[in-house]
């Protein structure tokens, strides 16, 4: 009986020396928590202008014309990398980037993302956009020095949303955009 008490309070020590966020649990925010909304800025007109939302049921991030239907976000700030987790609702989920390849990382709303629960055959990253001016980035490591937030044209003519490495050939029907922060209530 000794053992196993001497075993538990080890692996206490470990789980509260390596936490799975570099933050306080939140969930749901507290009140007077800042909540933010992304809108769409781009030379082309059909998707500028639009609000980042995230249809009922779903787990990728489209784009809507009306503000009422756009996600309210709040963020925590990982000061190691001074990079943010962008959370939906509660701190259990966030915007995540996920893809294939590297080549579009699409903007998915993931539940407690952790390097144990990526899909086989997938990347995907999450923690690491920046709000620098009010815009939307992403300092993730990367050398690549062209990569750009995307609208993609799906089969039902609306839009998705992804991270397009700014350097490869894309069989996808991609805009460019800039995603804007917008403080919201």
């Given at each position: 009986m000794k053992t196993?008490?001497?075993?538990?309070?080890?692996?206490?020590s470990v789980a509260s020396a390596f936490p799975f966020a570099p933050w306080k649990i939140l969930a749901?925010?507290?009140?007077?928590?800042?909540?933010?909304?992304?809108?769409?800025?781009?030379?082309t007109t059909?998707?500028?202008?639009?609000?980042?939302?995230?249809?009922?049921?779903?787990?990728?991030?489209?784009l809507a014309s009306a503000q009422t239907s756009a996600t309210k976000f709040f963020t925590n700030k990982y000061d190691a990398t001074s990079t943010y987790a962008i959370h939906n609702?509660?701190?259990?989920?966030?915007?995540?980037?996920?893809?294939t390849d590297g080549v579009l990382l699409y903007l998915i709303d993931a539940t407690n993302p952790s390097s144990d629960n990526i899909p086989k055959g997938q990347l995907m990253e999450w923690a690491t956009f920046t709000m620098d001016n009010n815009v939307l980035g992403v300092k993730d490591g990367s050398t690549?020095?062209?990569?750009?937030?995307?609208?993609?044209?799906?089969?039902?003519?609306?839009?998705?949303?992804?991270?397009y490495d700014g350097a490869s050939n894309t069989t996808q029907n991609i805009t460019p955009i800039t995603i804007n922060i917008v403080k919201s209530t």
């Open positions: 196993f008490f001497v075993a538990a309070a080890a692996l206490c749901p925010p507290p009140a007077g928590t800042q909540f933010y909304q992304l809108q769409t800025k781009s030379a059909a998707v500028s202008g639009q609000w980042v939302s995230l249809k009922s049921g779903s787990t990728s991030y489209v609702a509660d701190d259990t989920r966030q915007i995540a980037l996920q893809g690549l020095t062209n990569r750009t937030f995307v609208a993609v044209k799906g089969s039902d003519n609306g839009y998705g949303l992804a991270l």
